[in-house]
Structure formats: C-alpha cells, structure tokens
C-alpha cells in the first residue's frame, strides 16, 4: 500500500516563526501537492510538483514555499508564519500516469493541524 | 479547469441509496469526472472516476450525464461508515495534475 507520511499531526509556532512542514511517499509517486484545508472553504492547492526540483503555484501559494530536493519528500516552508495559516495542511502524492487511469489517484497523507499563536 | 458545484449537505437513512448530484457545466470533453472521500480526521481518499461512460466498482457507482454537465455518485447501500465529504472534481487529461476540490457535500447516514 502506499503511504504518505507527515511529521508532525500537530504542531503549535509562534508568528513570526519559520515553519518546515514535511512529507514523504514511499511509492516512487513524481507528483506531490500540498492542500490546506479550512472550515467552509474545503481543500485548497497551495503548491504542487511533478519532479524533483520542480514546482508549480496552486490557487493559493502566497505565505508559503516549498522544496523538493529528493523524489520521495516534499516540504512545505512559512518563511514567517502568521495567525491566518492557522489550518490543517495535507500533502498528497500520484503517479503521472495518464488521466482516466486509476493510476491518477492521489493519496493522502494524515494531515498536520498547525496553529499560529 | 472547470469547476464544481455540490450541495453542502445531505442526508441519506442507512441501508437505503445515497445519491449524491455534482455538475460541472464548463467541463471539456478531455476532462474526467473524479470522487474522493474524506472521513473526518483522515485524509481524501478516492472513490471512482468517470470519462463519459457510467461507472462501478466495489465502493460505489458513477453516472454521467450524456452531455457530461451532471454526474451523480451513487452509494447503493450507504451504512454509517459512508458518514463523510465527499469531494467532485474533474482533471484535465494533458498537462498536469492541478485539481480544485472545492468543498464537497456532506454525507450524514442516519441510523
């Protein structure tokens, strides 16, 4: 089975602080993404990949960057964390296989609930 | 890409079909319908997908529209498990895989 892994469920910072959310996959996946998820506004793309070193913006990238170094990991970096970031964040992986093909399932991970102070 | 359009909430007595609508009026037709669900404090997890073409698999059934504007997913037997969000989106076949998924429906099966 695949698994897409976080490092921390929760996780509490301070403003100001520069936050390192990480994520690995450990099915050789080259897309990854980062959602944040918010009551009321349902998932939202903040950036995703589709290659090491590659990245692409989302809907909703400003605040936020991100690394991907190695295959299997993609971080998601607040240079300086604010209270409006307060929000579960999930990362996500997929094959690139062809679109209308199972092989196009995202898999999630377990999320990261963060709060701002 | 195009967007979707889903009732916030629903309810659906347990045993009985849940059917859950979803249009998506602008899609092209190099787009796929896809379903993805979300049980509370997990993360998505997909369901079916659909082209043009209705749809089963062991979860569920997936019914498209002849003008691919509407899908509707269908649960035959929902059971309180089935309890969750349930997210429509669609995906373009070229390029990659950026996808919006909006804020889903919300599934309450009712003892």
């Known amino acids: 089975d695949v698994k897409v892994t976080q490092s921390s469920r929760y996780l509490v910072k301070r403003t100001g602080e520069k936050v390192f959310l990480e994520c690995v996959q450990d099915?050789?996946?080259?897309?990854m993404f980062w959602y944040r998820q918010d009551p009321g506004l349902g998932l939202r793309l903040i950036y995703f990949?589709?290659?090491?070193?590659?990245?692409e913006k989302g809907d909703i990238p400003e605040g936020y960057s991100v690394s991907r170094e190695k295959k299997e990991r993609f971080s998601l970096i607040l240079e300086s964390a604010s209270t409006n970031q307060t929000s579960m964040y999930l990362c996500?992986?997929?094959?690139?296989?062809?679109?209308?093909?199972?092989?196009?399932?995202?898999?999630f991970g377990p999320g990261t609930r963060l709060t701002v102070l | 890409d195009a967007k979707t359009t889903q009732p916030p909430s629903m309810d659906c007595a347990e045993g009985r079909a849940a059917n859950l609508p979803c249009n998506h009026s602008?899609?092209?037709?190099?787009?796929?319908v896809y379903w993805y669900r979300q049980i509370h404090s997990q993360g998505p997890q997909y369901i079916i997908h659909?082209?043009?073409n209705n749809e089963t698999n062991e979860m569920a059934s997936l019914i498209i529209t002849e003008d691919r504007k509407s899908s509707t997913l269908i649960l035959p037997h929902a059971t309180l498990r089935d309890t969750a969000v349930y997210y429509c989106?669609?995906?373009?076949?070229?390029?990659?895989?950026?996808?919006?998924f909006g804020t889903g429906t919300k599934l309450q099966v009712i003892p």
């Open positions: 602008t899609i092209s037709g190099n787009e796929y």
């Open positions: 989106i669609v995906v373009y076949s070229g390029g990659y895989q950026k996808v919006t």
């Open positions: 659909g082209l043009k």
């Open positions: 990949s589709y290659d090491v070193k590659m990245k």
């Open positions: 099915m050789d996946h080259e897309n």
């Open positions: 996500a992986s997929s094959l690139q296989g062809r679109v209308g093909t199972r092989t196009n399932e995202q898999f």
